[in-house]
């Protein structure tokens, strides 16, 4: 893995340039193919902040905190790295051993109700002939309550989730607004 030390307002010393890189290779026993990482260090009014881009084949990481010295901003940055890259492993082998099309539940508890496919078109409005469906996704439907659905879709890189409310059986979807915000959805049918 490559690693890269910048620092911001203040002098990286090779000791420290040392003890990031060690402590970076650590991740090595979470994922393997790391391919590099970009760390920022930056002196501020308050202590120090750290700042890791993670590439990973397919996927980037970026994580930051703020400590009162400069080895423990590294510190904290790499626990929260490190827990994110378990989730991001958990996530993909536990995906790939109960595999795509499983209705009964996922590991964690949540049933599955069934899944939704959703399509997104290039024109919207103007005849289903002239639509093309650029891309299409399953995703599983699961019974959930509102606030499991919201810790899931911060999980998520989606910008939505929709789940079965364990209390009703009625159909929401959990969204992420532009603001930083969640919004819910509830679906029912029209009489």
Do not use: C, W
């Not at 959930?144 to 409310?165: C, S």
């Amino acid at each position: 893995m490559q690693v890269t030390v910048t620092g911001r307002h203040f002098d990286v010393t090779p000791n420290l340039r040392r003890y990031v890189d060690v402590r970076l290779q650590r991740l090595h026993r979470i994922l393997a193919k790391i391919d590099k990482a970009h760390v920022t260090l930056a002196a501020e009014k308050r202590g120090h902040r750290a700042e890791i881009l993670l590439r990973v084949t397919g996927h980037d990481f970026a994580v930051k905190d703020t400590a009162e010295d400069a080895v423990s901003a590294v510190d904290r940055v790499a626990d929260k790295l490190e827990k994110r890259l378990r989730r991001f492993k958990d996530k993909r082998t536990s995906a790939r051993k109960s595999g795509p099309r499983r209705v009964a539940g996922d590991g964690n508890g949540a049933e599955r109700l069934g899944t939704l496919r959703v399509l997104a078109a290039e024109s919207v409005g103007q005849g289903i002939e002239l639509h093309e469906i650029l891309r299409a996704q399953d995703h599983p439907i699961e019974h959930l309550t509102v606030d499991e659905a919201l810790g899931r879709l911060k999980d998520l890189d989606e910008g939505f989730l929709v789940f079965a409310n364990r209390g009703n059986d009625q159909l929401h979807i959990v969204y992420r607004m532009s603001d930083g915000n969640y919004g819910v959805l509830n679906l029912h049918a029209g009489m």
